[in-house]
């Protein structure tokens, strides 16, 4: 199925002291790499973030305003891109593949807007999801102005299904969360 994949990358990395997530190196990739890696079956993929070189070609927009959150970077992306469906994945998910990818792209069958992996802790991962566009562009319709919204306000009220709790959700917060998985 067709898709584009949207990466949010443009926060500011607080509890990491300020270090740039994205650029982190892990296994002699960057996580940002790693999940452009995990995405580049993508149609069109949109980095949502200040510019920094990368293994394949993107394009880049930023949330507006900058620094609104990710709902904000969601809004300023999904219009960049066509495909029915729209993979939504934070630039720290180290542990993503390929495979993952696909599995949330097929699992999105009739009857649901979205699939999403849960973290291996059984948490369910909005930033590891595929949604299908129209459900994507209605919530953000409904919601209105994107400028720092829950994502959980942004996907209240679709349809959405999860996956079994998998390694590949776990994102990376904080340097302990790096620390505990490697």
């Known amino acids: 199925m067709r898709f584009?994949?949207?990466?949010l990358a443009g926060g500011r990395s607080s509890r990491f002291g300020g270090a740039d997530k994205a650029r982190l190196v892990l296994e002699?990739?960057?996580?940002?790499?790693?999940?452009?890696?995990?995405?580049?079956?993508a149609e069109h993929t949109v980095v949502v973030g200040p510019?920094?070189?990368?293994?394949?070609?993107?394009?880049?927009?930023?949330?507006?305003?900058?620094?609104g959150g990710p709902?904000?970077?969601?809004a300023a992306a999904v219009p960049l891109g066509q495909a029915p469906i729209v993979?939504?994945?934070s630039c720290d998910?180290?542990?993503l593949e390929a495979h993952h990818v696909d599995r949330l792209v097929t699992s999105l069958r009739d009857g649901l807007d979205g699939f999403g992996l849960r973290d291996s802790s059984g948490r369910e991962q909005r930033l590891a999801a595929a949604y299908r566009r129209t459900a994507l562009v209605d919530a953000l319709d409904r919601l209105g102005d994107s400028r720092d919204k829950a994502v959980r306000q942004l996907f209240a009220g679709l349809a959405l299904g999860w996956s079994?709790?998998?390694?590949?959700g776990d994102d990376v917060d904080t340097w302990a969360d790096?620390?505990?998985?490697v």
Not at 28 to 41: E, I, M, W, Y
Not at 71 to 74: E, H, L, N, Q
Not at 178 to 181: P, R, V
């Open 51 to 67: 510019e920094r070189p990368t293994v394949r070609p993107v394009a880049w927009t930023t949330e507006d305003p900058p620094l």
């Open 28 to 41: 002699g990739v960057t996580l940002l790499d790693r999940v452009l890696t995990a995405t580049a079956s």
């Open 4 to 7: 584009d994949t949207v990466v």
């Open 71 to 74: 709902v904000a970077g969601i």
């Open 164 to 168: 079994e709790p998998v390694r590949a």
């Open 178 to 181: 790096l620390d505990d998985q």
């Open 87 to 89: 993979v939504v994945v």
């Open 93 to 95: 998910l180290p542990w």
